[in-house]
């Protein structure tokens, strides 16, 4: 017959066994690692261009001329390159630029194959927009009455560039170009192009 002592241990280790068994197992517990704090990411911002035009740029030009006297009065296109360098004083910039034409201005026999442009461009500064004025030396070759000429005269006029960003601009101008005598041909010439420019600047 088992003794008062005996039950007594027995109830007190069945007690201690129910109270393991039932206590959290914190001994090898894994457990899973806390995420990365979401750090938020800045969306971009845009730039304004600064309105500094000192530098050198290259670009192209796409247009429009008018011929009179030689030309008798054709128009057609004008397409180029050209390449130039501007130093801006403050308010005021100059600079100068190369541009080398092809055109398509012909009828009656007469026709403006190409125009190599040498430019002085002065003009005020308005912060991203450079109004300016031109004045400088132009190399034509035509064909006239079937015989090829030429010779070197003068354009003037106005332009206007405007900096999209720091980098590309974007701009037109409208020239003058007359050649009186033209390389002894007894004829005058005289056209106005107008073209729009695109340009990137270093």
Do not use: H
Request: proline share 3%.
């Amino acid at each position: 017959m088992t003794s008062f002592t005996q039950k007594t241990t027995l109830l007190a280790s069945a007690a201690a066994l129910t109270a393991a068994l039932s206590a959290p197992a914190v001994a090898g517990t894994i457990e899973a690692p806390a995420p990365d704090p979401v750090v938020p990411t800045a969306a971009p911002v845009y730039t304004a261009p600064s309105g500094e035009w000192t530098g050198a740029y290259v670009g192209g030009t796409l247009g429009y001329g008018w011929g009179a006297d030689v030309a008798d009065g054709a128009d057609d296109a004008t397409y180029g390159v050209f390449g130039g360098y501007n130093y801006d004083f403050g308010n005021f910039v100059l600079g100068g630029e190369l541009e080398y034409l092809e055109s398509d201005l012909a009828t009656g026999g007469a026709s403006v194959d190409d125009m190599t442009r040498l430019k002085l461009r002065a003009g005020y500064d308005l912060g991203k927009a450079l109004v300016y004025g031109v004045v400088g030396a132009n190399y034509a070759n035509a064909t006239i009455g079937g015989t090829d000429y030429s010779d070197t005269g003068v354009t003037y006029g106005l332009g206007m560039d405007y900096a999209v960003t720091d980098q590309w601009t974007a701009g037109f101008e409208v020239l003058q170009n007359d050649f009186s005598e033209f390389d002894n041909s007894g004829s005058d010439l005289s056209a106005v192009t107008v073209g729009a420019r695109a340009s990137f600047r270093f």
